[in-house]
C-alpha cells in the first residue's frame, strides 16, 4: 500500500504563489511517477502535471511557464510551485503516484486552492 500526503493548497489573491506539497510513503519502487491533478466544480478532473524518477516533466498547456513540478527522490516527496495563479486554477488538487510495473495509481486526500476572481 502507499500513503499520499499533500499539503499547501489555500486561498491566494490573482497573481500570487503557492506551493503543494506531496510526501509518498509505504511501498514505492523507484520507477513510479509522480504528478499532479486538479478537478473544479463540475469538471472532470486533468492532469496537471507529471515527473518520472528520472526527473522528466509533462505540464498541461494552461499551466506552461507558471507551474513548476519538482521531486526529491530520497523523502519521496513532490513540490508544485504554482506562480502567476488565476481564478481558473481554482480546484482540488490531487497528488498521485502511478506504478508502471503494476500498473496501479495512488491518490491523495486532496488539497483545496482558490483563486478568487
Known amino acids: 500500500q502507499v500513503r499520499l500526503v499533500e499539503s499547501g493548497g489555500g486561498l491566494v489573491q490573482p497573481g500570487g504563489s503557492l506551493r503543494l506539497s506531496c510526501a509518498a510513503s509505504g511501498s514505492i519502487f523507484s520507477v513510479d511517477t509522480m504528478g499532479w491533478y486538479r478537478q473544479a466544480p463540475g469538471k472532470q478532473r486533468e492532469k496537471v502535471a507529471t515527473?518520472?524518477?528520472?526527473?522528466?516533466?509533462n505540464y498541461v498547456d494552461s499551466v506552461k511557464g507558471r507551474f513548476s513540478i519538482s521531486r526529491d527522490n530520497i523523502k519521496n516527496t513532490i513540490y508544485l510551485q504554482m506562480n502567476s495563479l488565476k481564478a481558473e486554477d481554482t480546484a482540488v488538487y490531487y497528488c498521485n503516484l502511478h506504478q508502471p510495473f503494476y500498473d496501479r495509481d495512488y491518490w491523495g486526500q486532496g488539497t483545496q486552492v482558490t483563486v478568487p476572481s
Open positions: 515527473i518520472d524518477v528520472g526527473g522528466t516533466v
